[in-house]
């Protein structure tokens, strides 16, 4: 049985997979509206979520399937002292897969060890999030028609910013791709990042705090938010959380052909103008992350069209 807990769970291959079947699901909707005719998707939310949850339902159920969960840990027997492992032991009864949140690093692959069907790991705290860095490859991908040879600047919070993380794992594994690491000296890229993902594979990276310094070499610009729920301070958030606000006026020094993605939510650190230039893609990369997980899901439980 396969899950997804960390994106090199996957190989390149099977990655380029998920994004030529995702491609063929936005060509040809209606070959797929029955792929998963009876199958069901558990949505297992501990920690707050748009996207990345409706997403995956709104995928199910274009797939033909259905889906059931929660949306808060309140609501769920985990606010009566149920262990991660019960709660996904006793969904796993009914569900056919389960895409899982939850604010504990790890918590996933715990989960994982007892459930009886695939689990997919939807965010787990500060670690990470695979299913997004497939959304942000798809997005790459048809933004540029590629996905190697690229300098890739990740602007914000990269020590909690878990998409950060995943797809920064996931981007080394492509040809000659070079890495602007943007933030305060406070959030830098966690050292196991680097070590795992670039350092022991020479793959080059510079760090700065300075994004307007380095915004003229970039051909992709991932931007985050500040992660206030991962601060043990709040004082510390409200001084960092303006650190970087991307608008019209710096994008001005910034190349044509600049692709700008950014997971979502944001809260102030791209000026709603820019959504007016062509090179945001942040709302294309949302749709995206649909139907990447329509093409994950039917990996997962075996389906073929
Ligand atoms: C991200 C997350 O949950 O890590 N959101 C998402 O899934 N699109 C990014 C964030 O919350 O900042």
Redesign the pocket.
């Known amino acids: 049985m396969r899950n997804l807990i960390d994106i090199t769970d996957l190989s390149v291959e099977e990655i380029d997979q998920l994004i030529a079947t995702a491609e063929d699901i936005i060509a040809n909707p209606a070959k797929y509206s029955q792929a998963c005719a009876g199958k069901q998707l558990a949505t297992l939310f501990f920690e707050p979520?748009t996207?990345?949850r409706l997403s995956f339902e709104s995928a199910m159920l274009s797939l033909g399937g259905s889906v059931l969960g929660f949306s808060e840990a309140n609501s769920s027997s985990s606010a009566k002292g149920e262990t991660v492992g019960d709660t996904v032991h006793a969904v796993s009864c009914y569900a056919d897969i389960i895409a899982m949140r939850h604010p504990k690093e790890g918590a996933p692959y715990a989960a994982a060890q007892v459930a009886e069907v695939p689990i997919i790991n939807a965010?787990d705290g500060g670690h990470n999030?695979p299913t997004?860095t497939l959304t942000d490859l798809l997005t790459i991908h048809r933004e540029k028609g590629r996905l190697d040879n690229f300098t890739v600047g990740f602007c914000g919070d990269l020590k909690f910013?878990?998409?950060v993380h995943s797809l920064v794992s996931a981007l080394s594994r492509y040809e000659n791709i070079r890495f602007v690491l943007i933030s305060p000296q406070e959030l830098k890229l966690p050292r196991y990042v680097k070590e795992e993902a670039l350092k022991s594979k020479g793959i080059p990276y510079t760090q700065t705090t300075d994004l307007e310094s380095v915004l003229p070499q970039l051909d992709i610009l991932y931007m985050?938010?500040v992660?206030r729920e991962r601060f043990f301070n709040e004082e510390e958030y409200l001084r960092l959380k303006d650190s970087y606000v991307l608008t019209p006026e710096k994008l001005e020094k910034a190349k044509a052909d600049l692709s700008i993605l950014h997971?979502?939510?944001r809260v102030n650190e791209i000026d709603v103008a820019v959504d007016k230039d062509p090179r945001a893609a942040y709302w294309r990369q949302v749709k995206n992350g649909k139907m990447v997980r329509m093409a994950l899901i039917m990996m997962l439980l075996g389906v073929e069209v």
Do not use: D, F
């Open positions: 979520s996207r990345t965010g999030h997004q910013g878990r998409t985050t938010r992660q997971p979502l939510p």
